[in-house]
T-cell receptor, first 112, second 112 residues
Framework: GQQVMQIPQYQHVQEGEDFTTYCNSS?????IQWYKQRPGGHPVFLIQ?????EVKKQKRLTFQFGEAKKNSSLHITATQTTDVGTYFC????????????FGTGTRLQVTL | DTGVSQDPRHKITKRGQNVTFRCDPI?????LYWYRQTLGQGPEFLTY????????KSRLLSDRFSAERPKGSFSTLEIQRTEQGDSAMYLC??????????FGQGTRLTVV
């Protein structure tokens, strides 16, 4: 079945440093979504990418969808303590009726 | 709109007992998902519905798990003969087609 892996599993940065998490799917994705889960909370939607090679920005966050639609990345510029949490990618590997499979997640810790 | 609500928030049960959880999605959302999450892991897909039809169920899920969405609105997830390995956070999410998924606060199950 479809597997979605993320690296790294964990990253600890100092406030102001950049952060990147990578998402790789075993199958081609029709679209990919990114979610953030704060400690003790539930996943909250950040963005959806649909097109091959698509790049979207939200303030300090930059999201990319690979040309082959099998990988994606999230880059945070100049991290802040409010960025702490676990970032998950989630993708569909079939048509619009296929399930949403979550990645393994990258936990980000930011210290002053 | 009050978002996705789940009941109960916490459940402690003895091994071998049956438990049932309820999820009330956002009213206009036609898709409803159930996920299971353990500490440090990503949400693991269990099953999902489009309206009242159950479109997919995880092959990893034993026959002790069953879910219903009888009128295409709320959903229930039942676990029969609970085992200690069933202890986890059970998350429900809803969406409009393939748009962003909104998660509930989850039901934390502890099997003792």
């Amino acid at each position: 079945g479809q597997q979605v892996m993320q690296i790294p599993q964990y990253q600890h940065v100092q406030e102001g440093e950049d952060f990147t998490t990578y998402c790789n799917s075993s199958t081609t994705l029709s679209n990919i979504q990114w979610y953030k889960q704060r400690p003790g909370g539930h996943p909250v939607f950040l963005i959806q990418l649909v097109k091959s090679g698509e790049v979207k920005k939200q303030k300090r966050l930059t999201f990319q969808f690979g040309e082959a639609k099998k990988n994606s990345s999230l880059h945070i510029t100049a991290t802040q303590t409010t960025d702490v949490g676990t970032y998950f990618c989630a993708g569909r590997d079939g048509g619009t009726a296929s399930k949403l499979t979550f990645g393994t997640g990258t936990r980000l810790q930011v210290t002053l | 709109d009050t978002g996705v609500s789940q009941d109960p928030r916490h459940k402690i049960t003895k091994r071998g007992q049956n438990v049932t959880f309820r999820c009330d999605p956002i009213s206009e959302h036609n898709r409803l998902y159930w996920y299971r999450q353990t500490l440090g892991q990503g949400p693991e897909f269990l099953t999902y519905f489009q309206n009242e039809a159950q479109l997919e169920k995880s092959r990893l899920l034993s026959d002790r798990f069953s879910a219903e969405r009888p009128k295409g609105s709320f959903s229930t997830l039942e676990i029969q003969r609970t085992e200690q390995g069933d202890s986890a956070m059970y998350l429900c999410a809803s969406s409009l087609q393939t748009e962003e998924a909104f998660f509930g606060q989850g039901t934390r199950l502890t099997v003792v």
